[in-house]
Nanobody, 118 residues
Framework: QVQLVESGGGLVQAGGSLRLACAAS????????MGWYRQAPGKQRELVAT?????????NYADSVKGRFTISRDNAKNTVYLQMNSLKPEDTAVYYC??????????WGQGTQVTVSS
């Protein structure tokens, strides 16, 4: 089992920045990659960014956040970060951390609210 705890959400004005953190614990050696998803009211959950853990730290981003968001990892702290710059009102959502085990996003955090005011 893997436990994920997010932190860092909040309210920010458009154009501002926030940094989310996701701390993993438990059987972390089973994790291949970690990622951030988000879900806005009335919309489906969507991928924001992912990063591999086991090799290279390869990253992947949704087109809507490329150039504004950066995902990174600190393996010593078992923590993944999402630096969000130039935030827009359409970035408002609950952001979820997730962990990939054997190609399946098996584990999810409780979510953290990000609200961007115009």
């Amino acid at each position: 089992q893997v436990q994920l705890v997010e932190s860092g959400g909040g309210l920010v004005q458009a154009g501002g920045s926030l940094r989310l953190a996701c701390a993993a614990s438990g059987n972390i050696f089973s994790i291949n990659a970690m990622g951030w998803y988000r879900q806005a009211p009335g919309k489906q959950r969507e991928l924001v960014a992912t990063i591999t853990i086991t090799s290279g730290g390869s990253t992947n981003y949704a087109d809507s956040v490329k150039g504004r968001f950066t995902i990174s990892r600190d393996n010593a702290k078992n923590t993944v970060y999402l630096q969000m710059n130039s935030l827009k009102p359409e970035d408002t959502a609950v952001y979820y951390c997730a962990a990939d085990e054997s190609g399946i996003w098996n584990y999810w955090g409780q979510g953290t609210q990000v609200t961007v005011s115009s």
